[in-house]
């Protein structure tokens, strides 16, 4: 569930949009503060998923807090309450960010419609950054591993799915996020360093766009190239030598293999694929298979014991990979060769 903080300088005030607010039951935490310089303290160190301040206040107002919001660049959002019809306040409100901008005395008619439709907007921001983030693993991923082609195509894949439509500022926010996200995935390898010196130098001035970011990325990857002496990490001798180590341990998975090379199971599946036109899982039914057709050539091997010696606990479930493999069932397939 959300959070929400209330800031109003008038206790009352906060008492009773806490009780309003909890009557909608969609917020597992609601916190009242009576000042904006405390309420800007917490938003730092836990920011909530919505902040409902007031306009008038000593200290800092909640125009000035809703400033210091915004240059936070969080997923919070913010709706201003006001005992004051003023244009003004609500355009300047706007021009910070906030969504929503109500006149007190605000009661549930006016309040749930209101919170409905920002949480609906932020389940949807949550689900895009969760696109985003896994958009840029698999980039990093890419780049780490100097595949150019990959690179290319999540290249356009972002571009076409998550920075299409984005208004300039959106974009620039948007670019940087993945710059300072990507660059902090391949230096957490603690290898080699990689820096985007244009983006974080001070007094720098530069577009930064999708583009410049394409750019960027070429950069990086030529560093790389150059860190390792132009040569590229060989994922499928790794991954094939250690599969065929592994062949017939029944837990041999995907999942195995792509954490003991240190690349995630998507990246691994789609390079595995790509390189070998099978996927991991058959591979390794053809590698335990081809090994069983042998041991069936062997008159004294019992065959209800080769499905175990290739990596099939469950005989029936052996037998049935066989034949989907051959068109035979093992006992038909030792037939075949004349073994009784």
């Not at 906060?14 to 000042?35: Q, W």
């Not at 996020?177 to 007094?203: C, H, M, Q, W």
């Amino acid at each position: 569930m959300a959070r929400i903080f209330i800031v109003d300088d008038e206790p009352i005030i906060g008492v009773g949009l806490k009780t309003l607010i909890g009557e909608y039951k969609r917020f597992s935490e609601i916190e009242t503060f009576t000042n904006s310089v405390s309420a800007l303290s917490s938003i730092r160190a836990n920011p909530p998923d919505v902040v409902m301040t007031d306009i008038r206040m000593p200290r800092m107002d909640g125009l000035e807090l809703c400033r210091n919001i915004q240059q936070l660049k969080l997923l919070t959002k913010v709706v201003v309450l006001s005992g004051y019809g003023d244009f003004v306040y609500a355009q300047k409100c706007m021009s910070y960010g906030v969504q929503e901008y109500l006149l007190k005395p605000i009661t549930e008619i006016e309040l749930y419609p209101v919170l409905d439709k920002l949480l609906a907007t932020r389940d949807a921001a949550l689900v895009s950054f969760s696109l985003f983030e896994q958009w840029v693993d698999q980039l990093e991923e890419a780049v780490w591993m100097l595949d150019k082609i990959r690179v290319s195509e999540l290249l356009e894949e972002g571009k076409r799915e998550l920075f299409a439509g984005e208004t300039d500022v959106q974009q620039y926010q948007r670019v940087y996020d993945a710059v300072s996200l990507l660059l902090k995935k391949l230096n957490a390898r603690g290898t080699y360093r990689i820096e985007a010196k244009p983006l974080f130098e001070e007094n720098t001035v530069i577009t930064i766009t999708y583009e410049w970011f394409q750019a960027e990325i070429g950069i990086w990857m030529q560093r790389l190239s150059e860190y390792r002496r132009y040569e590229r990490i060989n994922v499928l001798e790794a991954a094939i030598q250690y599969i065929d180590e592994h062949l017939f341990e029944e837990e041999l998975s995907l999942d195995r293999v792509a954490g003991k090379l240190g690349i995630t199971p998507t990246y691994f599946s789609h390079y595995f694929k790509k390189n070998t036109n099978e996927t991991f899982v058959q591979y390794r039914m053809r590698k335990r298979i081809d090994k069983a057709k042998q041991l069936l050539a062997v008159p004294h091997y019992r065959i209800t014991d080769i499905g175990a010696e290739v990596g099939y606990e469950s005989y029936p479930h052996f037998s049935r990979v066989f034949k989907k493999a051959t068109g035979y069932s093992p006992t038909e397939y030792r037939a075949l060769l004349g073994i009784k």
